[in-house]
């Protein structure tokens, strides 16, 4: 069975901090991973990583995969409190799978 | 350009009863995916439709749920009869193309069963 693991569960930051988000799969034909932000309702698409050591980059945020040691991190440098947000790993391969989610939390 | 919208966004029944959950994909996505999830879980994978068929449904938990998609627009998920342990948020999603295409999430219908 296809597993998505993440870490930590849940982190508490100030604004200006750097966090790193943990993502580790064991997925048959894996294909691709995803990192989501979910505030309020639904899952908004942050980036798509098919290659390893390729950096994905959006503004502060920016993310690499590891295809040999099966994991990826996603960056948030200078943190605002409109970070504050469950980060969601999803994995494409025999079928799509999601992790528990990082609930990041960025105080003033 | 509309996004994926799901309907209703709340809703309660009492164990036993049926309910039937819609979702409207992005026009011209063929993909359209269900998810759920349960009790603060992390949100699992239901079933894929490439137009009108299943392509995957291995996520179903059982046969009390029927998805349905005719003619490849909208889609609806059946629950019949629902159980306590049906309650939970489910959403849909859908894409351009399979895999390499990002999804694009509905609100959510938070089913809340009594």
């Known amino acids: 069975e296809d597993k998505v693991v993440q870490s930590p569960l849940s982190l508490v930051v100030h604004e200006g901090d750097t966090v790193t988000l943990n993502c580790s799969y064991e997925v048959t034909n894996f294909r691709s991973l995803l990192w989501y932000k979910q505030e309020k309702k639904a899952p908004t698409f942050l980036f798509m990583l098919t290659s390893s050591g390729i950096e994905k980059k959006s503004g502060r945020l920016s993310s690499i995969l590891d295809k040999k040691e099966l994991f990826s991190i996603l960056n948030i440098t200078a943190t605002q409190t409109g970070d504050s947000a469950i980060y969601l790993c999803?994995?494409?391969?025999?079928?799509?799978?999601f992790g528990e989610g990082t609930q990041l939390t960025v105080n003033p | 350009e509309a996004g994926v919208t799901q309907f209703p966004s709340h809703s309660v029944i009492e164990k036993g009863q049926t309910v039937t959950l819609r979702c409207d994909p992005i026009s011209g996505h063929d993909n359209l995916y269900w998810y759920r999830r349960v009790m603060g879980k992390e949100i699992k994978f239901l079933l894929h439709f490439v137009k009108e068929s299943k392509q995957d449904e291995s996520g179903m938990p059982n046969n009390r749920f029927l998805a349905e998609r005719t003619g490849g627009t909208y889609s609806t998920l059946k629950v019949q009869p629902a159980e306590l342990e049906d309650s939970g948020v489910y959403f849909c999603?859908?894409?351009?193309?399979?895999?390499?295409?990002?999804?694009?999430f509905g609100p959510g219908t938070r089913l809340t069963v009594t």
């Open positions: 999603a859908s894409s351009l193309g399979t895999p390499l295409y990002e999804q694009y």
């Open positions: 999803e994995t494409s391969g025999s079928r799509l799978t």
